[in-house]
């Protein structure tokens, strides 16, 4: 049906923009309700003035439409994976229209990429350390403290 | 300084010519000691006019620009504005003292001093010099067995001194995930430097010791994982 197609193309190209608009974004982004919906007469203006991705969404929905098949409320969405966490919105619907969606969860990206430890040097082999009996000359290690020298000297006295 | 030294001399010598190798790291210590209020580090730190230094000071700290530039400002001596340069006197230090022996015609040796060892030759059982690396997380126990001819060795650790070893670049960062870091070099004046530098940069000083020709290294992190470069398995077994 034409409403509905225009309606879920609107919705598809507001998701996308919200989905775009994680990478910019810390806060918890909430949608204001664009001006031209909350005020029901005619606000020639409103369509720049809206934020960016809403005005397209809201100015394909006729004002006059009867999108009534969506019944008034607030309804969740399911949660869908966007590769760096879930995404999941509520949407209200006023007199057949999209009045609020909300964001239950975003991806805080930010926060979840990637640490690169030493698997970052994967050209280069690793072994877990392990103790060896073995008789040595010597031995390569960091610096005794000169109390430790004199207690092991001590030691190693009371064996000779 | 002021760290135990330990000398062997596989073949004959000489007493007197033994002992000059303690009087010279004696003399070494008199010059660099941070410990020692005498030293001329530390009159240097304290104002001595540049043309007052000696000639020799000179030439270490040049050699310590040198070791900066070719560490990518890793290799930095400079203290809250004093100068330490004990990161680089201690291997090179060392090495001075084998070209003694070496000069004197002896060939079968160690030097150790502050777990930073240069090698000569064969030990007593006539078979390469066999080095133990020491457990970080236990002193008592070696985890790594190295057989070296004439190489030198230097570990730079946290494990014992506690984090005496500062990132230039980040003088408030504690170098935390590295444990120890071991490096096989031609000498220990090398291997010494190069190992201050390398620790200083955190888990990639490893990779930095791979780059270098000549290089090898092995570096413990806290959580007991060894990583090592590509041709240290030359020294092993």
């Known amino acids: ?160 | 300084m002021g760290m135990p030294i330990t000398v062997e001399v596989v073949d004959n010598i000489d007493d007197t010519e033994f002992e000059a190798i303690f009087t010279y790291f004696k003399a070494v210590d008199e010059r660099y000691s941070t410990y020692k209020t005498t030293s001329e580090i530390s009159q240097i730190n304290h104002g001595l006019p540049e043309n007052q230094w000696s000639s020799e000071m000179r030439l270490v700290l040049d050699l310590c620009e040198q070791t900066k530039r070719l560490t990518n400002g890793y290799f930095d001596i400079n203290r809250n504005g004093n100068l330490d340069p004990s990161g680089l006197v201690k291997g090179w230090s060392i090495n001075n003292a084998a070209k003694k022996l070496l000069d004197l015609g002896i060939v079968n040796f160690y030097i150790e001093a502050g777990g930073d060892i240069q090698v000569h030759g064969i030990n007593a059982s006539n078979k390469s010099w066999e080095v133990g690396i020491r457990n970080p997380f236990n002193i008592d126990e070696i985890i790594k067995v190295i057989k070296l001819h004439d190489e030198g060795v230097a570990t730079s650790g946290t494990y014992i001194r506690g984090e005496h070893i500062y990132n230039p670049f980040d003088k408030n960062q504690k170098i935390s995930r590295v444990k120890s870091l071991t490096v096989i070099g031609p000498n220990v004046y090398e291997s010494d430097r190069y190992a201050t530098a390398a620790f200083a940069m955190g888990e990639t000083g490893i990779t930095f010791i791979d780059s270098i020709p000549g290089l090898e290294g092995y570096m413990v992190d806290d959580h007991k994982l060894a990583t090592f470069t590509k041709g240290f398995d030359r020294y092993t077994a």
Do not use: C, W
């Open chain 1, 1 to 160: 049906m034409f409403n509905s197609k225009k309606l879920v193309a609107g919705l598809a190209v507001f998701f996308v923009f919200i989905i775009y608009s994680l990478g910019v974004r810390h806060e918890t982004p909430v949608i204001s309700k664009p001006a031209a919906l909350e005020n029901k007469s005619s606000n020639t203006t409103s369509s720049n003035n809206l934020t960016a991705g809403t005005s397209t969404t809201y100015s394909s929905t006729p004002a006059n439409s009867t999108a009534s098949q969506y019944k008034d409320g607030t309804y969740t969405g399911n949660s869908y994976d966007a590769y760096y966490g879930s995404v999941q919105v509520s949407v209200t619907i006023n007199a057949g229209k999209i009045t609020n969606v909300k964001f239950l969860q975003y991806p805080n990206s930010h926060s979840t990429s990637v640490f690169i430890n030493q698997q970052a040097m994967p050209y280069l082999q690793q072994e877990a350390i392990q103790s060896q009996k073995a008789n040595v000359q010597l031995i390569s290690g960091a610096t005794f403290t000169s109390q430790a020298f004199v207690q092991s000297l001590s030691s190693a006295l009371s064996k000779a």
